[in-house]
């Protein structure tokens, strides 16, 4: 499989992966409706989802290593199209959230296998520049998804929402099969799988730059929980506003990821990374100046928080990189430990922020600040590269 098809395949499963996190938030109210739950209840959904996207990805790497990229890929797109399929049939809040979890599980074997595909392919400046796809991808699905959920849900319900990513998700898994996956020339792994991650998450190369990057994730992670909560309710918004809001986010994560894919060889993943969260905490500090004002308009929330997503799309990539060049260990270890520590990451901010979540924006935008800050720190003391 060359290159070029690798990314293809690896874009298209992050996309669909990613839709999973925000496809489904304007139809927030009608969903709590139907299970006769309150929106905040429901909203637990999300934290569900990233926990289960965060505990099993050093399964999936470890499995990875044993019996190929291949089975594990088509795995992991069954689990998540059948959860998909039945999250329209349930009538509780307790078998929305199960579903919701199995769903998460399905979607971190699809996230660990497009990384470790695109890490079989690229090293150095040009695997920094290949994850920057996906990230494009990753924007494009939160953009895309909010707005192609609200419309979905105005014209079939929330039910079709679902329907779409399972069946599309069975269709990728048997498109696939005719794809053969490139042989990596590397030892299956041992039974020392789980020495073998710690061996790397003892070293700062690897860890301060993939912190960084999950720090970052988790200012993403805080708005998709409480922006709902706030734009929804007390600023009167309808789910079309909130889903056109995804066009200005898709926007500014975009473009930055496109910077990062031109500019990275030239620039430099140090610069790189230090710009990008830089952005971060500015774009953060100035949600908090503005949810101070009890009479700020929304946009000192959402434009604040375009310029933080900028931010992020120019950090994640490269703080990926790094930290994969930063492993000692080669493989798909290194790939899957970073996704399980921003997976990780991501759950215990969303289960934060659900806690936190009110209509004022004060807290959702303190928690994000703090957030940006532990980003930049980690970036300040992260090692150039690995040494032995």
């Known amino acids: 499989m060359n290159p070029g098809i690798t990314l293809l395949i690896t874009c298209c499963t992050v ?24 929106p905040a209840q429901v909203a637990w959904g999300l934290s569900i989802y990233l926990l289960g996207m965060a505990l099993p990805m050093l399964f999936w790497g470890s499995l990875a290593q044993r019996v190929g990229r291949k089975p594990v890929l088509f795995a992991a797109l069954g689990l998540y199209g059948v959860a998909n399929l039945a999250l329209p049939l349930i009538s509780t809040l307790e078998s929305f959230l199960m579903l919701r979890l199995f769903q998460g599980i399905g979607a971190s074997g699809i996230s660990v296998m497009a990384r470790v595909l695109i890490r079989d392919s690229f090293h150095g400046d040009s695997l920094a520049k290949a994850l920057s796809w996906l990230s494009i991808s ?5 953009g895309i998804g909010q707005t192609l959920g609200s419309g979905i849900q105005v014209l079939l319900g929330w039910q079709s929402i679902f329907y779409l990513l399972g069946i599309t998700s069975l269709l990728m ?4 099969s005719r794809i053969g996956f490139r042989a990596v020339a590397e030892p299956p792994a041992d039974t020392r799988s789980w020495q073998v991650y710690r061996d790397i998450l003892r070293h700062r190369a690897f860890l301060l730059p993939a912190l960084a990057g999950g720090a970052g994730y988790g200012v993403i992670i805080a708005f998709n929980t409480c922006a709902p909560l706030i734009l929804l309710g007390p600023r009167g918004w309808s789910s079309v506003d909130y889903g056109l809001l995804g066009w200005p986010i898709s926007a500014a994560y975009f473009f ?12 430099g993943q140090k610069r790189m990374m230090a710009l990008g969260t830089g952005l971060l905490m500015a774009g953060c500090a100035v949600m908090l100046f503005g949810s101070a004002n009890a009479d700020s308009g929304a946009w000192l929330l959402w434009l604040p928080y375009c310029v933080a997503v900028f931010g992020q799309s120019l950090n994640y990539p490269v703080s990926l990189a790094r ?16 996704g399980f ?3 990780l990451i ?10 936190i979540a009110s209509p004022s924006a004060w807290p959702l935008a303190l928690l994000c600040t703090l957030l940006a800050v532990g980003a930049v720190l980690c970036t300040r003391f992260a090692p150039t590269r690995y040494k032995s």
């Open 341 to 343: 520590i921003h997976q």
């Open 173 to 176: 898994t048997v498109g696939l």
């Open 138 to 142: 990753f924007v494009v699905a939160l």
């Open 346 to 355: 991501a759950a215990l901010i969303g289960a934060t922020a659900s806690l």
């Open 15 to 38: 996309f669909l992966a990613q839709l999973g996190m925000s496809i489904h938030l304007p139809a927030l109210p009608d969903i709590a409706g139907h299970l006769r739950a309150a």
């Open 323 to 338: 930290a994969n060049d930063g492993a000692p260990v080669a493989g798909a270890y290194a790939m899957a430990l970073s």
């Open 256 to 267: 930055g990821a496109v910077l990062v894919n031109r500019c990275v060889v030239r620039t």
